[in-house]
């Protein structure tokens, strides 16, 4: 009993420090590009009337709460996934264990658990976004079907509601999740003996109002709504980034470098062994288990700390999450070798093979790799692993068994985190170096440490601006394709969409369509950021469509310069800041001119 106390302590010690640690991080760094995304949707959702994603008016009140505060937003994003997470990981491990333990004891492991979850960070693009409300949506969704039951109670009725929550929750984060998460509820449901009328219209008639409020809230009416979706639909077609349908069908390949396969299967088969000696009876055993479990714990700390290197596996190095359900997978073939496999349990059966397919579900429309993307969510893969032993017949100290394959989980988090935080995604330093006090976003309500380059790219543009007449809220159209980021930083209003996306096939038309929606009063006062130089900058000539020309409608007041190394080279920009010149009620009418001669 003590040497047991004893692993639930150091486990659940070395999740509260991984967890703190993401935390600590999430004061440093920042992304001009996808994460500044996120922010500005999430900020000004309403300056936009196109969108197939909605998750800024979901977090939107959360940015209200917390002032606007990006190091705030980014802690609360990571608690909240993790959060969830707990609470998924103790429901499920409480339907698949028949073994009775503690209260503590299922809390702590289904702690330990949840720290697989931080996994979700490892580009280190820690905002809340579509991809973290898609997350959360299907946690939310997931805990819901754990709770589901055809009986009438009030624990099967939250569950359904659940469900409705979850799946609305995915529609407004990306509706081809929603898509996929529906047909999984519907199979999973069915397979587990589930399904019930009632339940099936508490879910169906929750989604729906949601969904109806959410019109109502967003665009005055469901026909509003709709539309915002078919223009969002418009941008994304007109970009020809991969979102196309016809693209989301397919088979992405997966290669497995020979290290990255040897390092999966040598500690999913370590993590199987411990797991018996933990398990075992005699105090020799549980004692030689519980200082191998130390080691891994301690291994995981020294990632986290920069004490140990972090091997890079490249592309695919987010599976090797699937070192933690490889254990369960063989210590449930080992005790089946020994008679110990429970009669065929379908409702268990079901269960597992969602949890399998749930990443996918995640990953579903995406434009990059299925297996890189699912990889993010491999929670659930770990969860399918610990799952198994719910198949095998009961034995004591089931719970604190599964410890190992957790800690395995844990040091695959560790691992990955600690590569993102060394090469955070388009940054130029790693974040411990960021050492720089920066103050950015609109009303300056957020302070973070930065590097030396980012911090002087930023406040370059804020003092050009500001010896020119600017003030925060100005709106500003940014054709350098890569630089949203600056002007939220700086306190403008990003003009048409977050991001004028460049660099794509369609980016032209992608941005034209954007500006055709903003109206002329907006466009005439609007300030310019140019980078001619920029192998994703929109072409000028984009002006023309609305009665303006850069150099004859628009003075220089400033150039900014993010300095970078010859490691970081793309990163490095060269920029123009430009204020409209021309008289506003002249370039009002020569841009309804120019509307008007289409």
Known sequence: MLIARGMQLGAGAVTAALLGWVLWA?????????????????????????????????????????????ALLRRANVLLTWGLAWVAAYLFLSSMLNEQATKTTRLVISAVFAGSSLIFFQLWLPSPSYNSLTFQAILVAFSGLLLADRRRARASDAGWLLVALGGWMAFMAKPTTALALAVLCAVYLLCARKLSLRGAIISLLGAAVLLVVSAWLI?????????????????????????????MLRVDPIFLPDPLTQS????????????????????????????????????????????????????FQGMAVLAAPLSGLGVFAVRGLMGHWQALQLKKWALLLLCAMLPFAYAF??????????????????????????????RAGAWVSLLPMGAIALVVAALLLQLAMDRPYRQLEALRTN???????????????????????IEQFKQAAAKAGFSVGTPMIDLTGRAPGVLYAGGALNVGQPWLIGGYPGSLGFVSQALDSVSCEVLASSWLLLEPESPRAIPQAVLARYGADAVMDYVPVGEIVRQADAAHADEARRQQVLKPSRDTAAAVRACVAAKAAR
């Open 365 to 394: 429309g995406t434009n990059n790799n299925y297996w890189v993307g699912a990889a993010a969510t491999g929670y659930f893969w770990l969860l399918a692993g610990a799952g198994l032993w719910g198949l095998t017949k009961p």
């Open 219 to 247: 665009d005055g009416s469901v026909q509003g709504f709709i539309q915002r979706i078919r223009s969002g639909l418009a941008l994304a077609q007109a970009l020809g980034g991969g979102h196309e349908f016809g693209k």
């Open 264 to 315: 999966i299967l040598a500690a999913g088969a370590a993590a199987a062994v411990v797991a018996f000696l933990v398990g075992a009876t005699g105090w020799f055993s549980q004692a030689v288990g519980a200082l191998a479990l130390l080691v891994a714990l301690v291994y995981a700390v020294g990632l986290a700390w920069g004490w140990l290197p972090a091997q890079d596996f490249g592309k």
């Open 26 to 70: 999430c004061g440093r760094g920042f992304d001009f590009t996808d994460e500044s995304l996120y922010l500005i949707w999430l900020h000004s959702p309403h300056a936009y009337a196109a969108s197939v994603t909605q998750f800024g008016f979901v977090y939107h009140p959360l940015d209200w709460l917390l002032g606007g505060d990006i």
């Open 435 to 457: 050492a720089h006090p920066t103050v950015l976003g609109p009303g300056g309500g957020s302070s973070l440490l930065l590097s030396e380059a980012d911090h002087r790219y």
